[in-house]
């Protein structure tokens, strides 16, 4: 089936069976193109909680179609690849996860949204890369908290907030590989760029940013920055929408260390296709289950996320 071809028939099927498209920055520009709401991860869990369709197809990865069908039980969450996992969440398993909270009984949990329905229910509150520092914040500060999975999340939070949370040894293999030496490359040929990173990069690469934030935090400076270029230090699907919304200005996205090419893509987010999307609708299915013991403890830290970011105003 050619692209146009395909287009319509998923927006047919869209009509017919009253679902609604969510996708995630990073995945592919025509999949953003076609969905009903593109998004962070915060975004994405906040119109999970509020949409009126019957079937929710969650482009991104599996932990957040899990997040969709916590918040929304009744409905349908289809994904379009069930094999389109998160390095993250997989660094943290539940039950060792559930060991190391057990043998700290004293500590707040505030887990990361990158992670199964499994470990959210292991979780006190939930949080995103927009929120954490005002999550966080919102603890007296004598309280422990265990962070976890993103070290590198967790040690950005702890050097903007003076906290001392105890972090769990977990991280994002595209964030991982953003390298200091790539980004002084490229600085070197534009000199007056301005870096934007995400927070779950390594430290030594955070110290180097103009600008540290959310995909939806990088977005929102890009737009209302005076500057016209930057080097973008996260998965590079977020350069489509920076592009659209701010088409003057230049967007460079810097490579993983380990390759010459000028991009560093989650393989999983990549496996969302416009092909897969409209077999998902046609079929109903790969569908998104979550066992119901599970989800009546992952839903309470998910539910406070969102009951304090509104209160927040994120």
């Known amino acids: ?37 593109v998004g962070d991860s915060l975004a994405l869990a906040q119109w999970a909680a509020k949409t009126d369709a019957d079937i929710i197809v969650l482009c991104g990865v599996h932990f957040m179609g899990e997040t969709a069908k916590i918040l929304s039980p009744n409905k349908k ?15 943290c398993p539940a039950d060792e996860f559930a060991k190391f909270v057990a043998q ?25 890369s927009t929120n954490a520092k005002q999550i966080v914040e919102s603890f007296p500060k004598d309280q422990k908290i265990i962070f976890g999975p993103d070290k590198n999340l967790g040690s950005y939070i702890n050097s903007i907030t003076g906290r001392n949370m105890l ?13 200091v ?18 927070p779950e990069c ?15 935090g990088l977005l929102k400076y890009a737009i209302s920055s005076e500057c016209n270029t930057f080097l973008v ?35 999983y987010m990549k496996l969302n296709t416009l092909e897969k999307l409209y077999n998902v609708l046609k079929n109903e299915g790969p569908e998104v289950i979550v066992d119901d013991a599970v989800r009546e403890k992952a839903v309470k830290p998910i539910h406070k996320m969102l009951e304090i970011s509104a209160k927040l105003g994120l």
């Open 202 to 216: 390594k430290d030594v690469v955070v110290r180097l940013a103009d600008k540290v934030g959310s995909t939806a």
């Open 167 to 179: 972090l769990w040894n977990g991280a994002c293999h595209v964030h991982e590989k953003f390298s």
């Open 77 to 91: 969450v289809l994904v379009p690849d069930m094999e389109a996992g998160c390095s993250l969440a997989d660094s």
């Open 233 to 267: 230090a996260t998965e590079s699907g977020i350069l489509h929408e920076m592009q659209k919304a701010a088409p003057s200005k230049n967007f460079i996205a810097i490579p993983p260390v380990d390759s010459t090419c000028g991009c560093n893509d989650c393989a």
């Open 181 to 198: 030496n790539k980004i002084l490359d490229l600085k070197k040929q534009y000199p007056d760029a301005q870096v934007l990173v995400h």
């Open 104 to 128: 700290h009984p004293d500590h707040t949990v505030i887990s990361y949204v990158n992670t199964t329905a499994a470990v959210k229910a292991h979780t006190d509150v939930v949080v995103t």
């Open 1 to 37: 089936m050619e692209k146009a071809e395909l287009i319509s028939e998923i927006e047919r099927l869209k009509k017919e069976k009253n679902a609604v498209i969510m996708a995630h920055y990073y995945t592919n520009g025509e999949i953003q193109d076609i969905a009903d709401c």
